[in-house]
């Protein structure tokens, strides 16, 4: 078995996986990214509507700061990220915008003068400063309170991922394409590297390295309707469940995107209602400001999918083939408009639905989205239990997210995740040597070709295509928008029969090099223990928290659910995870809990929540009238950065002020 040394190993080369092997390789260590496919393929490619940074350029987004995009992702999480994460995130995100367009990002721009847009429904004439011109502009996303969301149309995943490809191959760093990393080389303390095997000749290679970045996205395939690309199937999360040792976050935190095309849920943006769309029901009525009267279609995501869902069950859905669906109605936004900013749009609902949005509705419900849980991390990245192994961007709980995540925020933490990270991972690679074990590398190399032997030259008969097909209609069926217990629980125990099940997989195709039925027989078993600790953990939580909502225990729960979901997996032998928790600490939160500001506030509260809101009041209070806003954040909840990015950010205003002064 061939045998491949290097300092820095990124599995996944989308944008998370890329951005930390750029930082690595400008450190000077030898850097090596594995990928299933091509890295322009990558599922960042997808993301249409942009990535949130406090710019404040645009007049929609005066008076922005990090302090404002911290509290909505605070918000948006429903109180279940981390805020020190959060802080890092909202910090370095207009650095990363700008770092982006340097690498030859084409953001879209803003035009001085008057300009049309929609808001509510209506037209509205905004006037942008003529000291704007030319700088990034920004989009109105959900659960935001000011228009943060830059964009280069709605193709903005795939612009990213071309200019961070490109420097990447600028950096000479390699990616081995069709490698799939199936098994984590660990001796219980550290991780030392992966076992992979070649999609296309079936060999397989160990990659031992300094240091292991898990960058391989999220697990919505594991849903049968999702708008994630078929890669995205929760295998680098299974990777570190496997272990034993290392543990997943939240994994009951699945987001459900409300504007999915019916039937074949693919993703049309949430720029169609941030650029002033809007849903309609089955009457042509507009239903949400009956629902959400301030927001409106900009409410949060998991906010505006269970308020579809509802108006479905209540019978206002419109009959199709594939189940009732609603209407999202782009077509007052105008066929320019269309053409120009939702382009992407409109190719999807030509190609796939046959129908003009510049003149038809578009037939939409929720479908899944995003995954909020992942390998647990701290602050830098990097496994709590497993020295050098880090994980990065959809495939990690670094925690930003908490229980739900704000659109635009997923692109951003890519990138940002990615810079900060690649710092924490090139510091590693510094620091620590590379750790050579024949034998242990042996030892993992042989429990998957025993795998693979047993698959081929076995005498199973379970058919690895069919067991996939039933975990995700198990978890379209139980484990969807609205949870409760007896539905879980029929979850848990039916996906736990199939996990026993596919003890006794086997093989029409015996091929060993390029066999797609192999490939899924590999994948399923992973695939169904990473779907059971979505399931185990959304029917332990007994509270409704962000995308998590349980229609048997409707109130978010502070008092006895402020904490973290932790998984691991026990051994092989088991068809269960067990789970454990990680208190979120109010006393050290900047932002404490509080009212999300939709529907009735119904939130049982935490003992520690008016305590620390009272010593947050007495810490401002002592500060003088004139301090500065960094400082008096630092004085409520400190936080680290790498040097590089601990500065400042400049914005519109601060440039206008000096100009005024005189101050260079």
Known sequence: MKIIYTDTLVVGAGLAGLRVAIASKERGLDTLVLSLIPAKRSHSVAAQGGMQASLANTIKGAGDDEDIHFQDTVKGSDWGCDQTVARMFAHCAPKAVRELAQWGVPW??????????????????????EAAHGLINARDFGGTQKWRTCYTADGTGHSLLYAVDNKAISLGIPVHERMEALTLIHDGKRCHGVIARCLISGELRAYIAKSTTIATGGYGRIYAVSTNAMICEGIGQALALETGVATLGNMEAVQFHPTAIVPVGILTTEGCRGDGGVLRDKDGYRFMPDYEPDKKELA?????????????????????PYGPHLWLDI????????????????????????????????PVRPTQHYSMGGIRTKANGESPQLSGLFSVGEAACWDMHG??????????????????IGKYVADFGEQNSLVIDTELIAQFAQQLQTEIDQLIDGEGTEDPFKLKAVMQKIMMDYVGIFRNGPDLELAVNQLSELLERSKNLGLKCKKRHANPELVEALRIKRMLKVALTVACGAHARTESRGAHSREDFPQRNDKDWLNRTLTSWPDTDSFRPQLHYEAIDVMQMELPPGYRGYGVDNVIAHPDTQKRQQQVEAILADLDENTDRPVKQAALMPFELPEEYQPGNQRLTDVIANASTGVK
Do not use: Y
């Not at 949060?300 to 199709?320: A, C, L, P, W, Y």
């Open 108 to 129: 879209t721009r803003v035009t001085k003068g008057d300009r049309q847009v929609i808001v509510n429904a209506k037209k509205v004439t905004i006037t942008e400063a």
């Open 300 to 320: 949060s995501r998991d906010v505006v999918s269970r308020r579809m869902t509802e108006h479905i069950r209540k019978g206002k859905g419109v009959n199709s």
């Open 331 to 362: 077509t007052l936004l105008g066929q320019k408009h269309i053409e120009t900013n939702l382009r992407e749009v409109k190719e999807i609902c030509e190609n796939f639905l046959g129908i003009d949005p510049v003149k038809e509705w578009i």
């Open 403 to 420: 229980f739900n995540r704000l659109g635009g925020n997923s692109l951003a933490e890519t990138v940002v995740g990615g810079m900060i």
